[in-house]
């Protein structure tokens, strides 16, 4: 069964940087596609970022794209989210998942592991 570990939120100021990590143990991610997702107080679990485990190729939404950079470790089986230039907007749980539907536009659902996931705040 794979497990996936997330790690790295907390409180930081607007414009701040934060790095999550996710910890991958019990399978290769040879052939997934690893994502980022967030859910805000009331709102829906929604799509930030993914890569393809084998080749990095990455794919993010809109209101992160140049901010936000997600990334692997192959050796460390570890992902990462770096965060720069952080927003209230930003606040959120954010949880790492793992699908083998080879799409980095793979819908939430068609996620199958998830992660138990890390709060981040962004406020004065």
């Known amino acids: 069964q794979l497990q996936l570990v997330e790690s790295g939120g907390g409180l930081v100021q607007p414009g701040g940087s934060l790095r999550l990590s996710c910890a991958a143990s019990?399978?290769?991610?040879?052939?997934?596609?690893i994502g980022w997702f967030r859910q805000a107080p009331g709102k829906e679990r929604e799509f930030v970022a993914a890569?393809?485990?084998?080749?990095?190729?990455?794919y993010y939404t809109d209101s992160v794209k140049g901010r936000f950079t997600i990334s692997r470790d192959i050796a460390k089986n570890t992902m990462y989210l770096q965060m720069n230039s952080l927003k209230p907007e930003d606040t959120a749980v954010y949880y790492c998942?793992?699908?083998?539907?080879?799409?980095?536009?793979?819908?939430?659902?068609?996620?199958?592991?998830w992660g138990q996931g890390t709060q981040v705040t962004v406020s004065l």
């Open positions: 019990g399978f290769t991610l040879d052939n997934f596609v």
């Open positions: 890569i393809t485990w084998s080749g990095g190729t990455t």
């Open positions: 998942a793992a699908t083998r539907v080879r799409n980095l536009q793979a819908g939430r659902d068609e996620y199958a592991y």
